[in-house]
Protein backbone atom coordinates (compact mmCIF):
# COMPACT_ATOMS: atom_id res chain seq x y z
CA UNK A 1 0.00 0.00 0.00
CA UNK A 2 3.06 2.39 0.76
CA UNK A 3 4.64 2.14 -2.36
CA UNK A 4 1.19 2.99 -4.30
CA UNK A 5 0.52 6.13 -1.66
CA UNK A 6 3.79 7.85 -3.24
CA UNK A 7 5.58 7.56 0.30
CA UNK A 8 8.92 6.11 -1.21
CA UNK A 9 10.65 6.81 -4.12
CA UNK A 10 12.71 4.85 -6.20
CA UNK A 11 15.53 5.12 -4.48
CA UNK A 12 14.06 4.23 -1.03
CA UNK A 13 12.96 1.08 -2.97
CA UNK A 14 16.39 0.25 -4.31
CA UNK A 15 17.94 0.32 -0.67
CA UNK A 16 14.97 -1.91 0.69
CA UNK A 17 15.68 -4.05 -2.26
CA UNK A 18 19.56 -4.54 -1.85
CA UNK A 19 19.31 -4.65 2.00
CA UNK A 20 16.55 -7.61 1.41
CA UNK A 21 19.10 -9.07 -1.14
CA UNK A 22 22.01 -8.65 1.68
CA UNK A 23 20.25 -10.09 4.05
CA UNK A 24 18.90 -13.56 1.95
CA UNK A 25 22.49 -13.48 0.39
CA UNK A 26 24.00 -13.95 4.39
CA UNK A 27 21.17 -16.20 5.09
CA UNK A 28 22.31 -18.38 2.32
CA UNK A 29 25.78 -18.35 3.14
CA UNK A 30 24.89 -19.11 6.85
CA UNK A 31 22.79 -22.23 5.76
CA UNK A 32 25.57 -23.26 3.17
CA UNK A 33 28.45 -23.13 5.39
CA UNK A 34 26.32 -25.10 7.78
CA UNK A 35 25.54 -27.53 5.21
CA UNK A 36 29.37 -28.33 4.38
CA UNK A 37 30.11 -28.67 7.84
CA UNK A 38 27.30 -31.27 8.73
CA UNK A 39 28.82 -33.10 4.96
CA UNK A 40 32.43 -33.48 6.33
CA UNK A 41 31.14 -34.57 9.70
CA UNK A 42 29.40 -37.36 8.30
CA UNK A 43 32.20 -38.65 5.92
CA UNK A 44 34.01 -38.39 8.66
CA UNK A 45 31.62 -40.70 10.88
CA UNK A 46 31.40 -42.56 7.92
CA UNK A 47 35.28 -43.27 7.95
CA UNK A 48 34.84 -44.24 11.23
CA UNK A 49 32.30 -46.47 11.09
CA UNK A 50 34.52 -48.22 8.67
CA UNK A 51 37.31 -48.25 10.55
CA UNK A 52 35.42 -49.67 13.50
CA UNK A 53 34.26 -52.39 11.07
CA UNK A 54 37.60 -53.40 10.29
CA UNK A 55 38.76 -53.62 13.45
CA UNK A 56 35.59 -55.68 14.74
CA UNK A 57 36.75 -58.03 11.51
CA UNK A 58 40.61 -58.21 12.57
CA UNK A 59 39.48 -59.05 16.31
CA UNK A 60 36.80 -62.01 14.90
CA UNK A 61 39.09 -63.62 12.93
CA UNK A 62 41.38 -63.83 16.06
CA UNK A 63 39.24 -66.00 18.01
CA UNK A 64 39.36 -69.52 18.41
CA UNK A 65 37.03 -71.06 15.87
CA UNK A 66 34.52 -72.02 18.03
CA UNK A 67 34.33 -68.87 19.77
CA UNK A 68 33.86 -66.38 16.12
CA UNK A 69 30.59 -64.84 15.79
CA UNK A 70 29.71 -63.48 12.16
CA UNK A 71 29.56 -59.30 12.36
Excluded: C, R
Excluded at 15 to 39: A, G, R
Excluded at 51 to 64: D, H, N, R, T, Y
Amino acid sequence: MLLFSGLYTHQDLLEILNKQKYLYEKDINHWKSTLESSSKLIQELKHSVEEIKAQQKISSSQLPLKDKVDL
